[in-house]
């Protein structure tokens, strides 16, 4: 069995049986194989369905599924600054210009382009542009040396969101997800903030520094990871 593999089935026994938010439950960092306090979340980012009574949002939700990335090529998030990172994955292909990945449903958050020499992270269910991330293609796979953030962001959380969204939506890993330092460590808390900035596609929330978490994992065979 492979070390990752090995990892998933860790996870698989550890879950609980409960559901929702009764099933969200911290593993100490001595329990799981990250070695660093985690908030599961599955039982609630898996399970929640995202509704909206707005007509208007479910409108636009829908269009921009039709979206190439094109409203948002050039642009910068709103009152935009650069925070410097030096984040580095082995990607065997480039992909093409264009989405690399597409929300199938409204539990998906993200849309993520890239255009030329950037990658574009675009809120599903609004078009709003929260992050841009300058992308150098290397022999050894793509590297990310800034990231345009919204100016009331925090710089660290900021380059931890944008890699998250790369591991996890772009090559198809299971790690955890970032929480801010001034979330309150509850279970409600850690699930609403889990399930509206990441939905479906995140497991495991955390507080530590996610940057090295699932650095090990092997490269996907081919390219990038394609979305169910």
């Not at 908030?39 to 609630?44: A, H, P, V």
């Not at 850690?190 to 092997?218: E, I, M």
Request: hydrophobic share 40%; aromatic share 10%; net charge negative.
């Amino acid at each position: 069995m492979s070390t990752w593999s090995a990892i998933r089935a860790v996870f698989r026994r550890s879950r609980a049986p409960q559901l929702g938010i009764a099933g969200v439950h911290l593993v100490p960092a001595a329990a799981n194989p990250f070695g660093v306090d985690l908030w599961d979340c599955r039982s609630f980012t898996h399970g929640t369905l995202s509704t909206t009574k707005s007509v208007e949002i479910a409108q636009r939700f829908a269009e921009l599924r039709r979206s190439e990335g094109d409203e948002v090529r050039g642009h910068s998030p709103f009152d935009a600054r650069l925070v410097s990172c030096d984040l580095e994955y082995p990607v065997v292909a480039p992909p093409s210009d264009g989405p690399l990945f597409k929300a199938t449903a409204m539990e998906d958050k993200w849309d993520i382009y890239l255009l030329e020499d950037s990658l574009y992270f675009v809120r599903s269910w609004t078009g709003e542009l929260d992050y841009v991330a300058r992308v150098a293609f290397r022999e050894t796979g793509i590297h990310l040396s800034r990231v345009a953030v919204s100016g009331h962001q925090d710089s660290a959380l900021a380059c931890r969101v944008v890699d998250f969204l790369v591991k996890s939506h772009l090559l198809g890993r299971e790690v955890p997800h970032p929480l801010p330092a001034d979330l309150p460590p509850t279970a409600e808390q850690v699930a609403l903030f889990s399930f509206h900035q990441f939905g479906r596609r995140c497991s495991f929330g955390t507080y530590a520094d996610t940057l090295p978490l699932g650095a090990a994992q092997p490269a996907p065979p081919v390219g990038w990871h394609t979305p169910p």
